[in-house]
């Protein structure tokens, strides 16, 4: 008699301790179950990052179903593409779906990002080709290239090295454009050279890597956006578009 009284106990503190559990949230909690889900499908279809963190508004039911009434999507560090990593990338989404084994889908979406000037710095320099003809006749190569972004404005100084062994500074100030949703411009409203009066050669040179062609060109990233604004902070930019959601379904997401 005693033992069954004390098994008794034991299953009762059992069901006790799971009940427990599930209310203190140590179950299986289904809203952070598809959230994580969806966390999973974002380093495919956007790029690495940081961290991402989903949120998902909608019923725990058609949570089950893999559908949700909206979805906010954050990325810490995002990896867009080689050496351009914004800061933060926030994307808002309606009208969810996200079913395992299939492509996340959604009726329409938003997304603002910011990028750093260091990193901008940092992309830019990779981007610089050694110094071809005709103006490797008067400059050997540019480096140390900084960037500056500020009120509306942005300003890019590099150091030129000329073939007569003087090192110059050169200066573009000017605003950004946005082109074809893909492509920022940097439009130049002043270029000078610090120090000495330059050779037009050089000023040609420096409108030729800067000025005659997009200063960032993300028409070949993964995910599908497209650009809509760009603004100019306290050292960063900042970016608005919309999510091209009809390419979403052709985006596997492994």
């Not at 991402?52 to 949700?68: C, D, I, N, P, S």
Request: aromatic fraction near 4%.
């Amino acid at each position: 008699m005693g033992n069954t009284v004390r098994a008794q106990k034991h299953i009762l503190l059992g069901f006790c301790l799971l009940v427990a559990l599930a209310i203190g949230g140590c179950g299986i909690n289904p809203r952070r179950l598809a959230e994580k889900r969806v966390e999973a499908q974002l380093p495919r279809l956007i790029g690495p990052a940081k961290r991402y963190r989903a949120t998902l508004l909608g019923r725990h039911e058609r949570m089950f179903q893999g559908k949700v009434k909206a979805a906010r999507l954050v990325g810490e560090g995002v990896e867009i593409q080689p050496g351009f990593t914004l800061r933060e990338l926030v994307i808002e989404l309606q009208e969810v779906e996200y079913r395992q084994g299939s492509p996340l889908k959604a009726k329409q979406g938003s997304f603002h990002a910011v990028l750093d000037d260091e990193v901008l710095q940092s992309y830019l320099s990779s981007l610089i080709p050694p110094v071809r003809s005709p103006w490797n006749l008067v400059v050997s190569r540019l480096d140390n290239l900084r960037v500056r972004s500020r009120a509306g404005e942005v300003r890019l100084s590099v150091d030129v090295h000329t073939r007569l062994g003087v090192k110059i500074t050169g200066e573009l100030s000017g605003a950004l454009r946005l082109k074809e949703g893909t492509q920022i411009w940097f439009e130049a409203s002043e270029v000078k050279v610090v120090g000495l009066s330059v050779p037009e050669k050089v000023r040609e040179l420096l409108s030729e890597m800067f000025l005659n062609r997009p200063l960032i060109d993300l028409s070949g990233i993964k995910a599908p956006v497209r650009i809509e604004r760009v603004a100019v902070g306290e050292r960063m930019l900042m970016f608005e578009g919309a999510v091209l959601v009809e390419k979403l379904a052709g985006l596997t997401p492994g």
